[in-house]
């Protein structure tokens, strides 16, 4: 018989794969039943973890399957019936949970996917958040780097000081290549480069207006790229290895403006960042700020010096006015002292010559000679009256006086020449007249001397007659003038005097310039009669001194004229007995 061991060969390569198998189902059962065991012990170490019951089926599932594969180890070998149920139970059961767990996954996945897409969403939020950290960080140091800026640009007054200033702190901050200021010439027809730092390009470089990117400049209010090729960044032979400049511009003061640039390191490596170009913009405005405060400055500075010039040329013109105020003084002395003495001395011996026996031609002469030097003695007296007025030298007198006893004496004085005219006077004193009253006697019968004294030249025929009234405080409102405002009191009364006659009268268009000093009306048929012209602007300004006023009415020429005045004198509340006594002796008698 032929010996074949094909079958013992068959047998012993099958023994070999089954004792793989078998090997192969121990690791794979203890596999799986290591893998509930871990997430059991992580689902108890973790304090959350959703979906517990989940994992808890889940475990089951995995058990079953290892449970089957477990089974399969007697499977390989002759096995019993029981051993069959096992396997068929356990395969029923991996069977079940399975299907369940598949089922379950069903509607976890998507819970599982929006945990993931919520998960997503938190973790683009805090990106965000960090980016808009960042960008606070960014801010607060931009604003750190304009608060210094802003100190050291401020710190100066000097406008050469701030734009120096700016350059350097800018170029150091942001760490730039180069620096420049342009700004309008005086034509305003280029723009002059007229400060730089580290720039290629000498001070001074003109480059005109009308260029497109200036122009473009002048539409934006904010920070803009310029090309390198634009002459406000031109650096000669190195065109082209800066990065584009930054330029800007500031309004100063609605007046004046200036472009900026700003150039960037020569490497390329860096671009302009947004907060860096925000801190230009801030930078600038704060640099027109200091500029219009600076030429604010400057032109208070400008007045003060104008001011200086002025005070000065004053100053000279009030040592100029001292001095003629001097000459005149001194002329004034000598009028007064030099010229008056030998005056009198002609009137009173002309009046002596006149008591002497004289032939009628030499009466003649000398009645003339005392009539000029009457004149001449008047006219020195106004004139030192009313210089003295002008320079307020003049202080007027405030005693008390015989106030009835004034207008006696005008009538006495004027009486003579009024009858050798053959001209009737009339004096009405009104019945509420004071007797006396405190005030410059001198002065006011000077001004009823004056203003009769014309009515007598100025009438040829006909009367003079002398009203003196007091104002009643109840109708001082009636005497309000833009020049005479009076004031009632019970310490002083207004005396209202007023000259009627029956002369030549006045062109109404004439009167008005009757108290300005040298002047004298063209019309009137009596002009030959007309003195130096002072007589009624003295009688004005002491009126005006007496806290009066003076004025003329008249119709007309040849219908006579009405002068009056109204002066301010005190009550007088002195004994009048002493009054009397003390006008007396200053009259003489
Ligand atoms: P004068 O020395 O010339 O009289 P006044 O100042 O006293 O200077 O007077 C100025 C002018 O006013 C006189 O020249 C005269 O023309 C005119 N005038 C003044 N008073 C009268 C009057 N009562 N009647 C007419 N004219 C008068």
Redesign the pocket.
Known sequence: MESCDCYDTQGHQDELLVRYQYISDVLIAVAYFSIPLELIYFVQKSAFFPYRWVLMQFGAFIILCGATHFINLWMFFLHSKAVAVVMTIAKVSCAIVSCATALMLVHIIPDLLSVKTRELFLKRKADELDREMGLILTQEETGRHVRMLTHEIRSTLDRHTILRTTLVELGRTLDLEGCALWMPSKSGLNLQLSHTLNYKIQVGTSVPISLPTVNELFNSAHVMYIPHTCPLAKIGPLVGRYTPPVSDWSDLSGKGYAVMVLILPADGARKWRDHELELVEVVADQVAVALSHAAILEESMHARDQLMEQNFALDKARQEAEMAVHARNDFLAVMNHEMRTPMHAIISLSSLLLETELSPEQRVMIETILKSSNLVATLISDVLDLSRLEDGSLVLENEPFDLQGVFEEVITLIKPIASVKKLSTNLILSADLPAYAVGDEKRLMQTIL??VG??V???REGYISILASILKPETLREWQTPEFYPVPSDSHFYLCVQ?K?T????HPQ?ITY??TKFV??RR?S??NQ????????LCKRFAGQMGGHTW?E?EGVEKG?T?SFIVRLGVCNAPTHSIADKSKSSQGI
């Open positions: 004056n203003i014309n009515a030249k100025f009438t000259v006659d002369g030549c009268g006045i004439d009757l108290f004298q009306p009137g009596h002009r007309a003195g130096a012209g002072l007589g009624l602007a003329i008249s004229c002068a």
